[in-house]
């Protein structure tokens, strides 16, 4: 059996992504972000897509995440961006993840497990230089430091931060921005004063990645520029979505002058028209607020759709056009009018959460 709606994943754009991004780096390393199923392209290939194409990390945000990909082949450093738990630290241990810890909680727990059954762990530390979510506060970091070497099988792998709002253009936001920098830098010159030298700093994400120039430090991670979504309108790299959600009609229909279409009856047909009924819905991550407010493209061609958006399929009006059923329909992808940006503007989000909505039915296909 067939489903006729499908995430289609051009895995070569992922490399030219990368190739692009890399122009920037100037020998920085790069850290691709695959949490959330890869922002709903799917982990397992991404990551190792990823790896095979030179990225020096992978991200994730949890341990299941990072298990996931480890037991699917990834050897580079799988670092966890959020909290573990605590009674996870033996799994972080065993699969080689690199952790980022915001206290000592887990320390005594990576000790016990690395007493017993040997090894050493590189961790990393996190700073909290604004956003107020994880990290260290900056003049806890030293005595964090310290207590981590204190370990003889623990070591410092490296240090991070998060930004608030480095996609933002507004004074105050690059102000806070700064700050953030100004922090961060503040809080190395002070490790490296107590003779703590760390390798592997990193702040930046994609929107610092534009935007930030000194936000590098010795490692990028790059999330949704490297799903071909720069974030921001003055781009100095180009990169290309690499998904398209693509299905297929499933009936063509004849509308008459005065009827209404869906749920709510919320459009009226003001001629006879016909219609195209897709299988793709709001279960499908199609947001219900696009109701009689998105466009698709059919052979080429772009229309509009019509009524309330349903769990299982949304209504095109094709108008007089010879479409048939079976005839591929482009939902979003890369094209500059019908994206998850564009998508995202108009239901007021992210296109971060755009993708990361495909549903599970979806199927993801690589090409
Ligand atoms: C998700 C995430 C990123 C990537 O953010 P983008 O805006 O997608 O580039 C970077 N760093 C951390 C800690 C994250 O959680």
């Known amino acids: 059996m067939l489903n006729f709606t499908v995430a289609e994943v051009n895995l070569s754009n992922l490399e030219n992504n990368m190739k692009n991004i890399r122009t920037l780096l100037n020998g920085v390393k790069l850290l691709n972000i695959v949490k959330a199923d890869a922002y709903g392209h799917g982990i397992v290939a991404i990551s190792n897509a990823s790896e095979r194409f030179g990225a020096d990390a992978l991200g994730v945000a949890t341990v299941e995440e990072a298990i996931k990909i480890r037991e699917n082949g990834v050897s580079i450093p799988i670092i966890v961006l959020f909290q573990h738990y605590k009674k996870d630290s033996d799994l972080v241990c065993r699969y080689n993840l690199t952790p980022i810890i915001s206290n000592d909680e887990c320390l005594p727990y990576y000790n016990d497990y690395l007493n017993k059954y040997g090894g050493k762990l590189g961790l990393y530390i996190k700073v909290d230089t604004g956003l107020n979510r994880m990290g260290a506060k900056p003049e806890d970091v030293l005595d964090l430091a310290k207590k981590v070497l204190s370990y003889n099988n623990l070591s410092i792998e490296g240090i991070n931060t998060h930004y608030a709002g480095a996609d933002m253009t507004e004074d ?188 599970y039915r979806v199927k993801r296909l690589y090409i």
């Open 172 to 359: 105050h936001a690059k102000e806070f921005t700064r700050n953030q920098i100004n922090i961060f830098n503040e809080v190395l010159s002070n490790l490296k004063a107590n003779n703590i030298n760390i390798n592997n700093a990193h702040t930046a994400n994609s929107a610092a990645l534009i935007s930030y120039k000194d936000t590098y430090f010795d490692m990028i991670r790059a999330g949704i520029i490297l799903y071909g979504y720069p974030y921001s309108d003055v781009s100095s790299i180009e990169v290309k979505p690499i998904l398209n959600l693509k299905s297929r009609v499933i009936l063509v229909r004849n509308i008459k002058k005065g009827e209404s279409i869906s749920y709510g009856m919320t459009w009226t047909a003001n001629k006879d028209t016909k219609v195209a009924v897709v299988p793709v819905g709001y279960a499908d991550g199609i947001s219900r607020k696009l109701s009689n407010n998105w466009e698709v493209k059919i052979n080429g061609k772009y229309y509009p759709l019509r009524g309330k958006i349903c769990m299982d399929s949304i209504i095109i009006d094709v108008g007089n056009d010879n479409i048939k059923s079976e005839d591929e329909v482009l939902i979003f992808g890369d094209d500059e009018r019908l994206n998850a940006k564009t998508m995202a503007d108009k239901v007021g989000t992210i296109s971060h959460e755009v993708l990361v909505n495909i549903g």
